[in-house]
């Protein structure tokens, strides 16, 4: 029964809010939403930032003090954290720029890449879940501290396959990623142009965005495999099959 009233309740906030506020419910890369919506925004990448600093803090002093149920408490607030789906909302204030420069070698970005590929695709259920995380914390991490790293192109495809993935699905954040990595490497020998073009395609509904990489996989790709797939859309989009 208490279920059924704060499921009622919850209902209810919603219609109220969206009666109150116009253009309440906009989609991802609306001028309007971006607009109205990017004090919001801030304060919640802000607050997420501070709540998970704050947690890791805690957690350290308690392990410091061999204070062994408290550390136990921020560890499992912190694993719950980072197990909430975490959407974008705006994507430029989340996603790095196409313009970066990755042309540097640093030994420390290499150690994390290989690090957050031990865990990527690992496991199943929410074993699988976990490791996804736990390696886009660690891609993550190269981006923010090491975005002059050559490994940047291929952080960013491996990120579009984890955003993409079943254990969160946010296709906006995937094909950012996607053409991340192909702008900040044209020569990548990834298959992110097919990929993100199959989410406009099939995602999104942005044919017109769709048909342009379809293109550029045959401009820029030597896999036959992609050709042949590329060429195909290409034909059915278009009505010349």
């Known amino acids: 029964m208490a279920q059924r009233w704060l499921a009622a309740l919850v209902v209810l906030f919603a219609i109220l809010?969206?009666?109150?506020v116009p253009n309440a419910q906009t989609q991802p890369g609306d001028a309007v939403g971006k607009q109205s919506d990017l004090e919001l925004v801030q304060k919640l990448l802000t607050a997420r930032r501070e709540y998970q600093k704050t947690l890791e803090q805690l957690y350290v002093h308690y392990h410091q003090v061999n204070d062994k149920e408290r550390e136990r408490w921020a560890k499992e607030e912190l694993v719950a954290f980072h197990r909430i789906p975490k959407h974008a909302f705006i994507l430029h204030l989340v996603v790095p720029p196409p313009n970066l420069n990755g042309h540097t070698n640093i030994p420390e970005a290499n150690k994390l890449f290989t690090w957050a590929m031990t865990y990527k695709d690992q496991g199943l259920g929410d074993k699988y879940t976990d490791?996804?995380?736990?390696?886009?914390?660690?891609?993550?991490e190269i981006l923010t501290k090491y975005p002059q790293s050559d490994k940047i192109s291929d952080v960013a495809f491996m990120l579009g396959d984890i955003y993409e993935s079943k254990a969160y699905r946010m296709h906006y954040l995937a094909v950012e990623y996607y053409q991340r990595c192909f702008q900040w490497n044209p020569k990548t020998s990834y298959d992110a142009r097919l990929?993100?073009?199959?989410i406009f395609d099939k995602q999104l509904n942005n044919r017109t965005r769709a048909l342009e990489l379809y293109r550029e996989v045959k401009t820029h790709e030597v896999d036959p495999r992609r050709h042949a797939e590329a060429d195909r859309r290409i034909a059915e989009l278009t009505g010349s099959k």
């Open 17 to 20: 809010v969206a009666a109150a």
């Open 131 to 140: 490791n996804q995380r736990r390696a886009e914390l660690l891609f993550q």
């Open 195 to 198: 990929r993100a073009a199959r």
